[in-house]
């Protein structure tokens, strides 16, 4: 039988959507990436619709390690900042799958566009909760990125793609390593965004490591040392150095404070110096110059919201006065405005 | 008998058997796949008439074969398809030429290059080519294999639903609803849908069997794979 361009194009799109079985039933896809592509489908059990993701079929067994990984990472991190996974299961091909909440929202990147630097930083800390969160337990994102938070429809801040994150073990024991999975494909930068629906989209790390040229195309992510794993600009030095293994804490911590720079930015106005320097703290070059943890550099961000001293920042005495001033400046007014009056009528009385 | 006798069968390899029965079986599985496109390349890029092309095709793969070139394939340096191609230009190039010859000499020949003097395809199309009639084999095959296994197993009726909704719905105006095939064939609805389930998931089987019986490493099947499911046709 000979088949038309239009029979293949179909017969390509038709192979490639799940079978999730009679309770999920896909709809349509919202975001695809190496690792594997996120479906919108409806699960006919609790008639809700939900984001079911899979591996591509062609995959290999370290994908689907990564894929297996991932549900059993967010399924630790119950937090309302951080994506839940519903369900896991096998396709009818023998495909992993899981199934999360369906957040339709846009993304951070996007979402800060024209916004204000307040609403942009209250976002921010809502990031850093999650993330600290996370790091509560143990585990480590490894991919932050403005495109890796997601905004709900009703304001909810969603860090999402935890397909790369690091469960650090007992301290300087063995850990988890989302790169560990020898041959993993990682996600495929571009094209992969769940921007209508949020989650369920694919980060762009890039997954080169000391590899071949063919390995950074294909986006094959090689395992143990000299793996990278992030995206160029929010990606810390020691994992764009190919030791993403040696990626703590302070990995994040650099990608958060990348992620407040480029918020900073969206807003338009320059950034105040004590924000600047809280930027410059969390993505200094060594690990250790930086905030110890993303708990550390919210309460430092707090410090500034409440017009507290940062301790990144050493201010001279006018901007002392000046942040002072901004604190106080009802009752600095107010005693202002008691002294004029008691001088204007100590000269009305000389009169 | 089915296109590839084992899952795991890897056409490739086999070329290059000890074993001149096996040898003869992957050569002709080869040139079962990509016939279609070597005569579809040979068509665009020297213009020529069907009959001529499928001539040309027939020399290309019998010269192929008897001389032992694909035994040369080195999968370290690319793909087994494209390793294809490159003899299969190389080869009409050749004939090309000899047929010029022939004319400035005034002898006669039966392949007319005239009209590649005209309007010579460059090398992107000539891949493009290739590669659209390479996935357009890879599924016919697959179907095919398909076919067979529903014939055998008594799922004729499976497989009819499938070709009414997947294979000529596609190119339907307007591709029938599950009610109006579960009209047709007279079966429920929702026998539709779980008929339409089995061949799908039958017929991806087939297709990656084809690939991983025409490729010679896990690596570049996978990359076959993603290729074929993709790239868009057309």
């Known amino acids: 039988m000979s ?14 959507v799940p079978d999730a079985g009679e309770r999920y039933e896909v709809l349509g896809e919202i975001g695809r990436g190496g690792m594997g592509t996120v479906y919108r489908a409806m699960d006919h059990q609790l008639g809700r619709e939900v984001a079911l993701k899979a591996i591509a079929f062609h995959a290999d067994a370290g994908v689907t390690e990564r894929l297996s990984r991932e549900a059993r990472v967010l399924a630790q991190l119950e937090h309302p900042g951080i994506v839940a996974v519903h369900d896991v299961g096998t396709l009818a091909d023998g495909r992993p799958f899981y199934v999360m909440r369906l957040v339709r929202g846009t993304n951070l990147a996007q979402h800060a566009a024209g916004r204000g630097r307040g609403e942009l930083l209250r976002r921010f800390l809502q990031v850093c909760d999650a993330v600290a969160f996370a ?33 650090l073990g007992a301290r300087g024991g063995a850990a988890e390593d989302g790169s560990a999975a020898e041959g993993g494909s990682a996600a495929a930068g571009e094209g992969a965004r769940g921007l209508d629906l949020g989650i369920g989209h694919e980060t762009s790390p890039v997954a080169a490591g000391r590899a071949s040229g063919d390995a950074l195309a294909a986006g094959t992510l090689r395992t143990g040392d000299g793996v990278i794993v992030g995206t160029p600009g929010y990606m810390p030095p020691e994992a764009a150095a190919g030791g993403a293994r040696d990626v703590d804490e ?75 001033y901004g604190r106080n400046r009802p009752l600095i007014l107010l005693l202002l405005a008691y002294a004029v009056v008691r001088v204007t009528i100590l000269l009305w009385r000389g009169v | 008998m089915p296109l590839f006798p084992e899952t795991h069968y890897s056409i490739v390899s086999a070329l290059r058997s000890d074993d001149a029965a096996t040898r003869a079986r992957a050569a002709e599985a080869v040139a079962r796949v990509y016939r279609d496109p070597i005569i579809a390349v040979l068509r665009h890029r020297w213009q020529l008439e069907r009959a001529d092309a499928e001539d040309l095709a027939h020399d290309f793969l019998a010269h192929a074969f008897e001389r032992d070139w694909l035994q040369r394939y080195d999968r370290s340096k690319g793909r087994f398809r494209t390793f294809l191609r490159s003899c299969l230009m190389a ?82 105006a307007e591709r029938p609803n599950y009610a109006q095939l579960a009209s047709r064939f007279a079966i429920p609805a929702t026998q539709v849908t779980n008929y339409l389930n089995w061949a799908r998931r039958a017929l991806r089987r087939h297709v990656l069997d084809t690939l991983r019986a025409l490729t010679a490493s896990d690596e570049e099947f996978r990359d076959e794979a993603r290729a074929l499911l993709g790239v868009e046709v057309g």
């Open chain 1, 3 to 16: 088949l038309s361009d239009a029979t293949i194009r179909h017969l390509q799109r038709t192979l490639d």
């Open chain 1, 135 to 167: 790091h509560a337990r143990g585990v480590i994102h490894r991919d932050l990125t403005p495109r890796n938070v997601m905004i709900g429809e009703f304001g909810e801040v969603l860090v999402v793609d935890w397909g790369v994150a690091r469960v």
């Open chain 1, 250 to 324: 302070r990995g994040d911590v650099f990608g958060l404070g990348a992620i407040l720079r480029d918020l900073l930015a969206a807003s338009g106005a320059p950034a105040p110096r004590p924000l600047a320097a809280i930027v410059a703290r969390a993505t200094a070059l060594l690990p250790d110059d930086r905030y110890a943890s993303a708990a550390a550099l919210a309460a430092d961000v707090r410090r500034w919201f409440d017009a507290e001293p940062v301790q990144a920042y050493r201010e001279n005495a006018l901007e002392r006065a000046a942040r002072f």
């Open chain 2, 91 to 172: 080869f009409a190039s050749t004939a090309h030429e000899g047929a010029t010859r022939l004319k400035r000499g005034g002898g006669a020949t039966h392949l007319s290059f005239d009209a590649a003097l005209h309007a010579p395809a460059t090398d992107a199309e000539v891949e493009a080519v290739f590669e659209r009639e390479w996935v357009r084999s890879v599924f016919e095959r697959s179907l095919e294999g398909l076919k067979q296994e529903c014939e055998a197993g008594g799922r004729q009726l499976t497989y009819d639903v499938f070709v009414a909704y997947d294979i000529e719905g596609a190119d339907a």
